[in-house]
């Protein structure tokens, strides 16, 4: 039988911030997800080094490996918004096609701020 004890660490820390970033979420009135808030909490703990990467991974890998279970809920809401979605399509597909071109442009524009500079560039 498996050691639960980093699986129970890591769950444990990963609901614990996002309750913290729903408290916060709630507490303000953000329009920010508190789930949201909780992983930019984890984020900055593990860039400070409060958390350890060792504490988490366990329970970060569990949730990878049953990914596909969270898209279920989203596959029911397009079919319980299917009419609505029927009559709006084409500002949703020009919002979903619009925001593709924008997230890979600011990927690309952070990828290459980030890579370091390349001494002679071969010119």
């Known amino acids: 039988m498996k050691d639960l004890s980093g699986l129970s660490l890591g769950l444990g820390i990963l609901l614990?911030?996002?309750f913290v970033g729903e408290l916060v979420s709630t507490g303000f009135s953000l329009p920010v997800p508190g789930n949201v808030i909780g992983m930019a909490l984890l984020l900055l703990?593990?860039?400070l080094n409060v958390v350890k990467v060792y504490w988490i991974e366990a329970a970060v890998e569990l949730l990878l490996s049953h990914m596909a279970l969270f898209f279920v809920p989203a596959g029911v809401?397009?079919?319980v918004?299917?009419?609505l979605?029927?009559?709006e399509w084409l500002p949703i597909a020009v919002g979903t096609v619009a925001s593709t071109f924008?997230?890979?442009?600011v990927t690309g524009w952070v990828a290459?701020?980030?890579e370091p500079e390349e001494?002679?560039?071969g010119d």
């Open 16 to 18: 614990a911030l996002q």
């Open 119 to 121: 001494a002679g560039h």
């Open 102 to 105: 924008v997230v890979m442009a």
């Open 81 to 83: 918004y299917f009419d």
């Open 112 to 114: 290459e701020k980030l």
């Open 77 to 79: 809401g397009v079919m």
């Open 85 to 87: 979605i029927r009559s």
């Open 45 to 47: 703990l593990l860039h």
